[in-house]
């Protein structure tokens, strides 16, 4: 680094980024890929629209990170196509996508300095060296960790090492940034911290990104649409909010937050669950028996009145709110209430429950 | 027993049999009839069968030569300092000397004459072959497309379950004078005469031939340390650089080759080690020709001069040593460890097609090879008169009664009873060093590694210098051999036991400890069932390794107590070449047999894993 771009750095100068190329979108076209007999990922169709920060959120082997991987080429689809913007990038390798990732485990090369890791690309580009400098200083300043150029990755703290590689992928200026559970090497804190700083980078940014997570907070928090993925199949597409509220099915329900999944009937705006009847609206409801969805939080308890009876179980006080689990005679069912006036119940307890709307979803009980 | 009894007894066995046999080795170079002088060392080192660099008998000045050729080298390095940026002083002074300082060695090894200097040189050319072929084969296990890897299974284990003489005896088999490629390739045209006319000078009868045996018998050991380098490599390493726009080839030299480097200095450290220290090949192919390994032998056996031998055992004891210390205490050190936690889920990149192919074809060629040369004993020990009357026959095998079969009887019996107490005891020193805590623990765990390190032959003269009066009377009894091969394979079971008591979560431990269960009780019931499998293999490696060994042996044993090995040995330096390829066929069957018998109590056994317990 030459003294003045030393200088400025320490002026707090805002790095430009530089000029990008535009945001692409990411076509994933009847995407199938097998390992031998071994499905991963199956007829799967998606688009990453461009300068969105896009989730692949399911449990584990259900294909997300194979996904992923056949976007950034290196893992090529057995049936298929891959589109970059216009450019069918199926057949190139990995080296020639312009795609970066940010790896679980960072992968940061322990042999080569920081300021060499982040350079690797650049020089395989043979950039000039003053530009290499000039660059690599300024992502390292946009990732919040000037003056560890010199430093190698073993002396790096964990968060320090997945800003280096975070930095290391945004210096190429990609058409797509991808994310492989970058965060689950970090402690609880230090990932909610990150978790937003990459958030804001990548709005500022603007670049087509996705992230792969199995934890569904983190999906919530971070993104512009999720999918939920389940045995190498797209459960749902949908915005966090839209999940939800409105998840199509008991996958995506019981995946995503805590959701109580009860038997019920719906017939023309009235639902009744065990013996209690209701009114209820939702667009497109299904009719006849149904699954009716409801959240934790959004149920209410009372010691009388109309509703769903029930006896607590067990009560557990966790500070904000206190979690009761109610038996019913139309099965288990989880309540989460917010500290109120009269306090906790006590197991062993009768309670009516009765469901907010917001907290409603009805489902086709065969899903 | 208690662990501080057990600690004493080790310590006591350590100091008896490893460090006091090497003292009186030294106490040997300094001591003539009992006057401290350094007469014996001298004279030694300025015997020009241990180094000459000037000599009388050829016509150029060795010395000159190599003084210009490292001048010559000095300015050459000097100048291609200068011609790269940023120039500085420093670095054009030290680019100068050490250039210069490598040319001017290179010279001189080249040049010059001696055991010490074909020791060294050998060496190096073994090391450098044997560890570019291994780091090959590495790449080819842990990366090939190709099916050709599924055979670096056994043949890697091949030569390091046979004697490594084998192979120089095959190498005469196959291109010695009378060798079969020798005498058969001359139908092949004028090349082909050309070819036989070269083989037929001897060239294998030599030098090379050594340096070929070693290389075909130490590229395993390279390419077992080398394998498990590669396969900790994390792939999503490689899966960056290629996102980041690297080719593999360019993965090649960017990420994998300096990440492996450690690797390769600690493969290469070791087949030096092994080089230095073998005995059996130069012996064997040598032709004569002066080496430190087997200059130990000829000054005791032949010249009846236990000092000068001991100045040569000490030289090669300093040389293997600092290798030793170098490779365990530097190298060591330099090994870049997984940053994060988590091992990575992405599967090995492969190779790129054309280093896979071609490296696949270098792979093929050595296993045809390395099957022609066992082949060739094989089918030697059934033919009258290798190289003149193929006629097959019983004739040698016949022949190995009685002396042979009963030294092959005396070796599996004495390679049995040793092989209890040196895995009992490794695992014994693996459990103390690795779950006790007491002072000294560093150097017992050094002092009987160290026995991997001393060559042979040291031991072997250390062997019979301490133990040859008094209350240590010892020598021409079957108890010495069995003591050399406890205190020599002791490490094996040493390594098979702290592999194995790493598998074990020391949770197991506590738990049965909290469950009222004592010491021993835990031991009895928790630790050693899990560790039967590693016991198993311990006991059977620490066999094989007692019945293929020759160095140290040669020195301990007596016409009544001759073992397989000498045996063979000696049918060769007789001209009896029938007869020592049938033992040798013997062995060597005997030898896999007891491997696979070993693979079928025990499926779950991990080859290489298994096999790392045998190096040094």
């Known amino acids: ?367 | 027993m208690r662990p501080s009894t057990s600690i004493l007894w080790i310590a006591a066995f350590v100091l008896l049999f490893i460090l006091y046999p090497l003292w009186t080795v030294l106490q040997a170079s300094v001591l003539v009839k009992g006057a401290l002088t350094l007469d014996a060392v001298r004279s030694t080192l300025k015997s020009p069968a241990f180094f000459l660099l000037n000599n009388p008998g050829t016509p150029r000045n060795e010395t000159l030569v190599a003084a210009a050729a490292g001048i010559t080298a000095a300015a050459a390095g000097g100048l291609f300092r200068l011609s790269r940026r940023p120039v500085t002083i420093g670095g054009v002074v030290r680019w100068t000397a050490g250039v210069g300082v490598l040319g001017w060695v290179l010279a001189v090894l080249y040049l010059a004459f001696g055991a010490l200097r074909n020791s060294v040189l050998l060496a190096i050319v073994v090391g450098i072959a044997a560890t570019a072929l291994g780091f090959l084969f590495a790449l080819l296990a842990e990366r090939s497309r190709l099916r050709t890897k599924q055979l670096l299974g056994p043949f890697s284990i091949l030569p390091i379950i046979t004697p490594p003489f084998v192979l120089g005896l095959a190498l005469i088999y196959m291109f010695g004078r009378s060798g079969f490629v020798t005498k058969e390739i001359v139908a092949f045209g004028p090349l082909g005469a050309a070819a036989s006319g070269f083989l037929a000078t001897g060239v294998f009868f030599g030098p090379l031939g050594v340096a070929v045996a070693q290389i075909l018998a130490y590229a395993p050991i390279a390419y077992l340390v080398l394998q498990g380098v590669v396969q900790a490599m994390d792939a999503a390493m490689e899966e960056a650089a290629e996102t980041l726009g690297a080719s593999r080839w360019h993965v090649l030299r960017t990420v994998i080759w300096p990440l492996a480097r450690p690797g390769i200095a600690n493969a290469f450290l070791l087949v030096a080690i092994e080089s230095l220290a073998d005995f059996g090949n130069p012996i064997i192919v040598g032709g004569g020709v002066p080496f430190l390994a087997t200059e130990v032998f000829f000054a005791i056996i032949g010249r009846f001069n236990p000092s000068e031998a001991a100045v040569y055992g000490v030289v090669l004891l300093i040389m293997t040593l600092s290798i030793f210390l170098v490779q365990r205490y530097w190298i060591g050190r330099r090994f870049y460890v997984t940053i994060t936690g988590k091992p990575s889920a992405a599967r090995p990149r492969p190779l790129p097609p054309a280093l896979d192919y071609a490296a696949s074809a270098i792979f093929l060629g050595w296993v045809l090879l390395i099957l022609a040369l066992y082949g060739s004993v094989f089918v030697g020990s059934v033919t009258r008169l290798w190289g003149f009357d193929y006629t097959l026959t019983l004739q040698h095998i016949r022949a190995l009664s009685p002396t042979g079969w009963q030294v092959f009887w005396t070796s599996t019996k004495l390679s049995a009873y040793a092989a209890v107490p040196s895995m009992l005891l490794g695992f014994l020193i693996a459990y103390l060093v690795t779950r006790v805590d007491f002072p000294g623990r560093n150097g017992l765990e050094f002092g009987s590694m160290l026995s991997f390190a001393v060559p042979g032959t040291v031991m072997g003269i250390g062997y019979i210098l301490a133990f040859n009066q008094g209350a240590l009377l010892l020598t021409g009894t079957e108890l010495i051999l069995i003591l050399a091969f406890v205190f020599r394979n002791m490490p094996v079971g040493i390594r098979s036991g702290v592999a194995a008591i790493h598998q074990i979560d020391r949770s197991l431990e506590e738990a049965s400890t909290m469950l009222r269960a004592n010491s021993p009780t835990t031991l009895r019931r928790i630790v050693m069932p899990l560790m039967v499998p590693a016991l198993l293999s311990g006991l059977v490696f620490a066999f094989v390794r007692a019945m293929t060994a020759i160095s140290q042996v040669i020195f301990l044993i007596t016409p009544a107590h001759n073992l397989a090995t000498t045996q063979i040995l000696s049918y060769v330096e007789y001209g009896s070449l029938g007869r020592g390829a049938a033992l040798a066929s013997l062995l060597t069957v005997f030898m896999i047999a007891v491997v696979l018998a070993l693979y079928a109590i025990n499926r779950r056994l991990d080859t290489r894993a298994a096999a790392r317990a045998l190096m040094p």
Not at chain 1, 275 to 296: C, I, K, L, N, W
Not at chain 1, 320 to 332: A, K, Q, R
């Open chain 1, 1 to 367: 680094m030459d003294p003045a771009d030393t200088q400025a750095v320490a002026a707090g100068r805002t790095p430009d980024p530089g000029p990008r190329p535009p945001a692409v979108p990411v076509r994933l076209e009847r995407i199938t890929k097998r390992f031998g007999s071994f499905v991963a990922v199956e007829d799967l169709t998606l688009t990453i629209p461009a300068g969105q920060l896009v989730t692949l959120l399911g449990p584990s082997g259900c294909g997300k990170t194979t996904t992923l991987r056949m976007v950034a080429g290196l893992e090529h689809p057995t049936a298929g196509r891959v589109w970059l913007g216009d450019e069918d990038v199926t057949p190139l390798p990995a080296s020639n996508r312009s795609v970066t990732m940010v790896f679980q485990s960072y992968a940061l090369f322990p042999h080569l300095s920081v300021f060499e890791n982040i350079a690797y690309g650049l020089r395989i580009a043979r950039l000039r060296d003053a530009d290499i400098r000039a660059q690599v200083a300024d992502v390292l300043t946009l990732v919040g960790l000037p003056q560890v150029e010199a430093r190698y990755p073993a002396q790096l703290s964990g968060g320090q090492q997945q800003r280096v590689a975070l930095a290391r992928a945004l210096v190429m200026k990609p058409k797509v940034l991808l994310f492989d559970e970058p965060l689950s090497n970090l402690d609880a804190k230090l990932r909610k911290r990150v978790r937003a700083e990459i958030r804001e980078l990548q709005r500022r940014l603007g670049i087509t990104s996705i992230y792969v997570t199995h934890d569904q907070a983190e999906a919530l928090a971070l993104s512009d649409v999720v999918v939920v993925m389940n045995q190498g199949r797209v459960e749902q597409v949908g915005s966090p909010t839209d999940l939800y509220r409105r998840p199509a099915t008991r996958f995506v329900a019981d995946f995503i937050g805590e959701a109580n999944l009860l038997p019920g009937h719906h017939e023309g705006g009235m639902v009744r669950v065990g013996s209690y009847t209701f009114a209820y609206t939702q667009e497109h409801a299904p009719s006849g028996d149904v699954a009716v969805m409801a959240r934790p939080e959004t149920i209410e308890l009372h010691t009388d009145g109309d509703g769903l009876s029930g006896r607590i179980r067990t009560a557990f006080f966790m500070g904000t709110v206190t979690e009761y689990l109610v038996e019913t005679p139309v099965g288990e069912v989880i309540v989460a209430e917010p500290l109120m006036p009269r306090g906790p119940l006590r197991s062993g307890e009768d309670v009516r429950l009765t469901f907010r709307p917001s907290g409603l979803y009805l489902l086709p009980a065969a899903t």
